[in-house]
């Protein structure tokens, strides 16, 4: 199982482990959406999908 984030522009988020999803969800929403997400609202928002 594969973490994944959907951004609601279209912006599609998946990686192997937790912590590179935290790190490229972070760096998405503050380049992109100018907003700090704490790793519980990112993992929040994290569905896990089949690779």
Same mark, same amino acid.
Not at 14 to 36: F, K, N, R, W, Y
């Given at each position: 199982?594969?973490?994944? *984030?959907?951004?609601?522009?279209?912006? +599609?988020?998946?990686? @192997?482990?937790?912590?590179?999803? !935290?790190?490229? *969800?972070?760096?998405?929403?503050?380049? +992109?959406?100018?907003? @700090?997400?704490?790793?519980?609202? !990112?993992?929040?928002?994290?569905?896990?999908?089949?690779?």
């Amino acid at each position: 199982m594969a973490p994944t *984030v959907k951004c609601f522009r279209g912006a +599609v988020v998946q990686t @192997d482990d937790e912590e590179s999803l !935290i790190a490229q *969800v972070g760096d998405h929403v503050s380049s +992109v959406h100018d907003m @700090d997400l704490s790793r519980e609202e !990112i993992l929040a928002t994290a569905n896990n999908a089949e690779s």
